[in-house]
């Protein structure tokens, strides 16, 4: 088994990330809290890539329609269905036209805990409700209520995976073994060693 120092996990700079020119600013605090970049490239993803990357997870459409139900429910608010396959399908084809709207920027950051610091430092998925201090608490506004409202997935500038191997089989998806690089930090000898 790999050592948990080198756990890792997808990151994807959405294009209203890239549009925002907020990728320095993303990638500036996963550099600066000890994570290693051991993968990038930037590509227009085709709606293909995209709906497999979201039904990896047989069950995302259904966790996805539940959230949004759970979410309508807490506010008092009747949801736009009780299935909650319809209702996640209906995000899954929103998420398509967000994500194949222009580029985005795909990364691997490797490091102990990479999944679980990521998915902390992106804060929860709707930028309303994630914690002042996250990427999505502090870069953008969106809610539930004004995506619903225009009909569009919410914009928070940035995926993470959500466990780690959730992180497994995306990275599969989106980078061949050959273009994930191995290397020495020099700061990984002040991170872990005695
Ligand atoms: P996360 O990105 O926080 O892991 P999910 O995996 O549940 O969240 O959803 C993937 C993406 O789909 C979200 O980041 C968001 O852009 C979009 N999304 C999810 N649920 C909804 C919804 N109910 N309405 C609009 N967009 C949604
Ligand atoms: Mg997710």
């Known amino acids: 088994m790999k050592h948990i120092k080198h756990e890792q996990t997808l990151v994807i700079v959405k294009p209203d990330g890239i549009q925002r020119s907020l990728v ?65 399908t209906v995000v899954l084809g929103h998420l398509k036209k967000y994500l194949t709207s222009g580029p985005v920027i795909a990364m691997v950051w490797e490091g102990a805990h990479a999944v679980a610091i990521v998915r902390k430092m992106i804060g929860g998925t709707e930028p309303l409700s994630s914690d002042v201090g996250t990427i999505r608490g502090d870069f953008v506004l969106d809610s539930y209520v004004l995506a619903n409202q225009s009909g569009r997935a919410i914009r928070n500038l940035v995926h993470a995976s959500g466990s780690v191997k959730e992180a497994v089989d995306e990275i599969k998806h989106w980078f061949k073994n050959e273009e994930i690089v191995e290397y020495r930090l020099v700061q990984e000898a002040i991170l872990y060693e005695i």
């Open 24 to 88: 320095g600013e993303i990638i500036k605090r996963y550099e600066q809290i000890g994570l290693k970049l051991v993968a990038m490239k930037m590509l227009v993803p085709s709606g293909d890539l995209v709906e497999k990357h979201y039904t990896i997870d047989p069950n995302w459409v259904r966790l996805a329609g539940e959230k949004q139900i759970a979410n309508a429910r807490a506010k008092g608010e009747t949801p736009a269905s009780e299935f909650p396959v319809e209702v996640g």
